[in-house]
């Protein structure tokens, strides 16, 4: 039997490694002949498995002309091509033609094929378009993600085996120049956000008596990620690149520390099994369980204490045998099996995703008519149509729903889905470039990714305030195209009952982000990026007299009455508004940046502000926040020091019956016009705001 495997590229990294661990025990134990394609070499630089597969078989690495894959195929009388990544998948700069791939799957062909999907990103129900003879799954999870797909499935997972073959620690020790009286934690991989040596490097800055060992390449187009780590590595820290020895640097210390947030089933892992080390990794989704008994799951907030643990204990768990072997042999039979059926042939193809609201396609040459049924989440029938192929739907609801959806053929269910966003790519994106908004919503990406243990991608115009503290989502900057992801959600203030369940003006703000994102609602304290700096001044308070509309802004009597007050109880105050707004005896910085602005806030006594992005900013960063809105109700921002007077017109923001105008600047919807135009506001007087403060701050 001829297997030909096709690998989109051979440069270091899982999906090679798994390749080469296929050849080598079908080469070991059973009399398939062998052959390899390289699809795309990426680089001459990282090939330590493919100067290995070269070692064992014939690699053959296309040119420009793709085609000459169907030469190769037919001119070495192929049995099997074993396709190591979905052929619509390979990536963005690897794609496979539409010309190459109808000849690959003609119906008439000779061979098989067969599938393996290495990342759980790809979403066959939104983009499996041509269909193999049978899926080899690296990962048990692959068979809940294809469970729609109809060609036969396995599950052959990578073989974990005792490798150590009298070779021991004390001699990898020596080899690699490791200093016998410290303790070492090693890290394998690719230097990549989904990685996370990020996190590695900052506990290892917390443990300076530790060595810290990365082993793994730099890629150029990481290295955003990796070059700010790299200017500022604790001397405890060295990175050691690609090496084909990385099994020395595991068997050699004393934990492996696998800090990725982001796979489907690394072989690292495994290979750390193998040779028998103490392992601390995030135990994901997507492993189904597979490492239960290997490895101590990662605690983020206590990883330093669990790591000091990890470096004091014994092993304790016994490592498999026979895996190879079996590994070997069923793959020999699943190659058998497929031999021996007809070439798999599917009528349709269906296309289902959550991108911006439900789409679903259905292709092919049937001449049937589908039934098309979408259930929300109360099991209430939302949509029902009937189509025929290459027809769609797009539903016009665009905030979360628990879709499930079901398509008959002749009375018989061809389709069914429940909405699952495990291990999937979801995109959030900011509609609002308000301070805020941003800082309001942010919580709630981490939120909805901690619920559906999904992937969250998302965009804010206010990135560089929450990229560094939330290494759990990955940032793009708006209106980047993103790509392979099966839902997105826009958040923002929307008066559309397909974009948002509820009025958003009669909400609180955070209630916005929860209903889109279908959410419980409850109030979440953002992070945000800050260190402090030098305290400015020794006792102080801040405050923000601006705002985006009239009906939000105080009396300008008031405030200079209020900076009086508690200048004479020997406070400075700092008003860090971004507008010029001068007042007597109050300082406006010169540095009006959000570092600053937010260095000011920190160090000060308290902050006094509007329903404002500057009260939020100070919510954020955890400081005494009194606020001076009437024209909110309470619940509208957050839980802070409010200053109201229910006694005059009030709360009129949040009245179903109006819609703020942002082109009117005296917007007032009662008393516009009138005497009593911003009562709310107006008739709050310093005292009042003073009563308050002494009531629960300075009491």
């Not at 000011?600 to 100070?618: E, N, P, R, T, V």
Request: with cysteine; glycine share 4%.
């Amino acid at each position: 039997m001829k297997i030909l495997f096709l690998a989109p590229h051979l440069s270091t990294g899982g999906m090679p490694a798994f390749l080469l661990k296929r050849i080598e025990l079908l080469q070991k134990y059973t009399d398939a002949k062998v052959y390899v394609v390289e699809y795309q070499n990426y680089s001459d630089e990282y090939v330590v498995h493919k100067n290995k597969i070269n070692e064992l078989t014939r690699i053959i690495t296309l040119g420009e002309n793709k085609m000459m894959l169907m030469d190769v195929i037919q001119d070495l009388h192929i049995d099997v091509v074993h396709i190591d990544e979905m052929i619509e998948g390979f990536d963005g700069y690897n794609t496979v033609p539409e010309e190459l791939m109808k000849a690959l799957y003609t119906p008439d062909r000779t061979w098989r094929i067969v599938e393996t999907c290495h990342n759980v990103w790809f979403n066959p129900d939104q983009n499996k378009r041509f269909h193999p003879d049978a899926y080899a799954f690296c990962t048990p999870y692959h068979m809940q993600t294809f469970a729609n797909m109809q060609s036969p499935k396995y599950v052959l997972e990578f073989p974990i085996e005792d490798l150590r073959d009298g070779y021991m620690w004390d001699e990898a020790m020596l080899d690699l120049g490791f200093d016998f009286d410290k303790h070492h934690v090693v890290n394998v991989g690719l230097w990549t956000p989904g990685k996370n040596q990020k996190e590695a490097v900052e506990i290892a800055r917390r443990m300076p008596d530790v060595q810290f060992h990365f082993v793994g390449n730099q890629a150029v187009n990481f290295q955003e990620y990796w070059e700010p780590i790299m200017a500022d590595l604790p001397a405890n820290c060295k990175v050691w690149g690609e090496r084909d020895d990385a099994w020395k640097f595991i068997l050699a210390s004393d934990v492996f520390m696998f800090n990725s947030t982001w796979e489907c089933n690394p072989l690292v892992l495994r290979e750390a099994i193998s040779y028998g080390c103490k392992i601390l990794a995030r135990n994901l989704p997507q492993y189904c369980g597979m490492f239960d008994e290997y490895i101590t799951p990662i605690d983020e907030n206590n990883l330093k204490a669990q790591l000091i643990e990890a470096l004091n204990k014994s092993i304790q768990y016994e490592i498999p045998v026979g895996q190879s072997e079996q590994f070997a042999r069923l793959h020999d039979e699943m190659y058998r099996a497929v031999c021996k059926a007809a070439p798999y042939k599917h009528p349709i193809t269906i296309t289902y995703h959550n991108v911006g609201q439900p789409f679903l396609e259905i292709k092919g040459s049937s001449e049937s008519i589908f039934n098309v049924r979408f259930y929300d989440e109360s099991g209430e029938l939302h949509y029902e149509n009937n189509i025929t192929c290459n027809s769609w739907i797009r539903l016009n609801r665009s905030y979360y729903s628990n879709w499930y959806v079901r398509i008959k053929e002749n009375d018989e269910v061809v389709y069914k889905n429940s909405l699952d966003y495990t291990g999937k790519r979801v995109y959030i994106a900011f509609d609002s470039k308000s301070l805020g908004d941003s800082i309001a919503w942010i919580p709630y990406c981490l939120e909805f990714k901690q619920k559906h243990n999904c992937h969250v991608i998302v965009s804010t115009f206010r990135n560089n305030l929450f990229q560094d503290v939330y290494p759990e989502l990955e940032f793009v900057e708006p209106g980047t195209n993103v790509q392979n992801i099966f839902g997105m959600y826009t958040l923002g203030w929307f008066y559309d009952v397909n974009r948002e369940p509820e009025l958003p003006n009669t909400i609180p703000l955070q209630k916005t982000a929860t209903n889109i994102l279908g959410l419980e609602y409850k109030e979440v304290v953002p992070r945000i990026v800050f260190t402090p700096g030098k305290r400015p001044y020794k006792k102080y308070i801040t405050i923000a007299t601006n705002s985006t509309a009239g009906c939000k802004f105080w009396t300008r009597e008031a405030w200079q009455e209020l900076i009086n007050h508690y200048t004479n109880e020997g406070y400075k105050i700092v008003n860090v508004s971004l507008e010029d707004n001068p007042f007597d005896n109050c300082i406006v910085p010169e540095d009006k940046s959000i570092e600053n602005t937010m260095n000011l806030i920190h160090y000060s006594k308290f902050f006094i502000g509007l329903s404002s992005g500057l009260s939020w900013l100070a919510w954020a960063l955890k400081k005494d926040v009194v606020m001076i809105s009437n024209f909110t109700q309470k619940d509208h921002e957050f839980e802070c020091i409010r200053v109201t007077n229910t006694s005059v017109c009030h709360g009129c923001w949040n009245d179903p019956q109006y819609k703020f105008d942002r082109g009117d600047w005296n917007w007032c919807p009662v008393h516009k016009g009138t005497d009593k135009q911003f009562e709310c506001q107006t008739s709050i007087t310093a005292q009042m705001v003073i009563d308050k403060i002494e009531e629960v701050i300075l009491q």
